[in-house]
């Protein structure tokens, strides 16, 4: 168990609509970055906040928007869904910049599979 | 462009035999990180070991041990006396080292390699 949870676990849904995955990131974590795993395009880097800020953005589509509460929690907004964002989504916190033991490792959640029918 | 390559998409070996998972990369940045994550078919990602670009040591953890080359731009990966619990697949990932606020965590990932371990 990474300590990072993710939610829902499973979610089926259609074409134009809109979905929000959540991301409760390990207690104490920063840093929650989103990735997504196609089987086109693999594992790509999304979008990252560090403590409520968005700090660094990859391959996001305009559809896409995330958010990082104060409690550290973080939504993933989808909207618009087409058939190719099924995937599986995931979240990943990590302490960086918190300590110089910090390793740098991601520790990720069990991610959310969404299927856009 | 930053950019991870294993060739190797699929492996399939018998248990006890060693197996090793390459991975190239492409980066022009003189300080960056290494990463190999693995994914069981229960789909989470594990983290197995981080190295930067300064550190050249091979390591070695039980059973795996990788060697890093800036040399050839790789850092390989090999399972000793691998095991049926060691089917997965296995993600390289390459990342900057930006600021400090995100020390290694926008990887750039390879398209993975899929070991299978018979019994």
């Known amino acids: 168990d990474s300590g990072v949870t993710q939610t829902p676990k499973h979610l089926i849904t259609a074409t134009g609509q809109r979905v929000t995955l959540r991301c409760s990131p390990r207690?104490?974590?920063?840093?929650v970055y989103w990735y997504q795993q196609s089987l086109d395009q693999g594992l790509q880097f999304l979008i990252q906040?560090?403590?409520?800020?968005?700090?660094a953005k990859g391959n996001i589509l305009e559809r896409f928007s995330a958010q990082q509460f104060p409690d550290l929690h973080s939504e993933l907004n989808l909207s618009s869904l087409e058939l190719g964002d099924s995937a599986l989504y995931f979240c990943?916190?990590?302490?960086?910049?918190?300590?110089?033991?910090?390793?740098?490792?991601?520790?990720f959640g069990e991610g959310s599979r969404l299927t856009v029918l | 462009a930053q950019k991870v390559t294993q060739a190797q998409t699929e492996i399939s070996v018998v248990e006890k035999e060693d197996v090793t998972l390459d991975c190239v990369y492409e980066?022009?940045?003189?300080?960056?990180?290494l990463f190999w994550y693995k994914q069981p078919p229960s789909g989470e990602l594990v983290f197995l070991i981080r190295?930067?670009?300064?550190?050249?040591q091979n390591e070695i953890s039980g059973r795996y041990s990788w060697n890093f080359q800036k040399s050839t731009s790789s850092f390989n990966f090999t399972i000793t006396a691998s095991q049926v619990v060691d089917s997965a697949v296995y993600f390289c990932?390459?990342?900057?080292?930006?600021?400090?606020?995100?020390?290694?965590?926008?990887?750039?990932f390879g398209q993975g390699t899929e070991l299978s371990v018979k019994p």
């Open positions: 990943a916190s990590s302490a960086a910049g918190a300590a110089p033991s910090n390793t740098g490792e991601l520790f």
């Open positions: 207690s104490g974590d920063l840093s």
């Open positions: 906040y560090y403590n409520g800020e968005e700090r």
């Open positions: 980066t022009r940045d003189t300080t960056y990180y």
């Open positions: 190295r930067n670009s300064f550190d050249e």
């Open positions: 990932a390459l990342s900057e080292a930006g600021p400090w606020y995100n020390q290694g965590g926008k990887l750039i």
